[in-house]
Every structure is written in structure tokens, then in C-alpha cells.
């Protein structure tokens, strides 16, 4: 079912996070900067509402998903075109 399917992703999601990230520490690594904490927790709070959005209403859940790749993109250094964009004509006047 559709249900089963979400589920192994979210599992297999888990999984591969706790793989990839784990370190011989029994203490989760700090999150120093102000600014990567806030990314962090927007990020589980977009994971959060995609979990409950899932079962519901997928497209939401595949949005809450996007919200947090974007998110953990910020404190990675992931730069897409729209930031490129937003910066370049912030300070590009035309006229005068």
C-alpha cells in the first residue's frame, strides 16, 4: 500500500542519516552557530510536519520534505539559483 511505502521510506531515511552522520561519540556533534541551530530545528520541524502529512496528503509531505533539504542546504552551504538571483538584484539598480 501507499502507507507501506511511505513508511520504508521514512525507515530507510532514518537509517541512512544515523549511517551516514554517526561518530564514536555517545554526544551528538554541537551546532555552535546561531544561525545553523535555526536551519536545524526548521528543518525538523518541516521533517515533523511531513511525517503527519504523509498519510494525508502526500503532496504536502513531499513540500515539508523539500522545506527541509532546503533548510539543511543553508547550513551546508548549498546555494541555488534563486539566492544567486535574490542577491544579484538586491543591489542592482536600473534607471537614473
Known amino acids: 500500500t501507499e502507507q507501506d511505502g511511505i513508511d520504508h521510506l521514512l525507515t530507510f531515511l532514518e537509517s541512512y542519516v544515523q549511517r551516514r552522520f554517526s561518530h564514536s561519540s555517545n554526544e551528538p556533534p554541537a551546532i555552535v552557530r546561531q544561525r545553523h541551530q535555526r536551519h536545524v530545528l526548521a528543518c525538523l520541524d518541516h521533517l515533523n ?48
Request: with cysteine; proline share 4%; aromatic share 10%.
Open 49 to 96: 510536519q511531513a511525517i503527519r502529512d504523509f498519510p494525508y496528503a502526500p503532496e504536502l509531505g513531499a513540500e515539508g520534505l523539500r522545506l527541509a533539504a532546503f533548510e539543511l542546504g543553508r547550513v551546508v552551504g548549498i546555494i541555488d539559483v534563486e539566492d544567486v538571483l535574490d542577491s544579484l538584484f538586491s543591489t542592482f539598480c536600473i534607471g537614473k
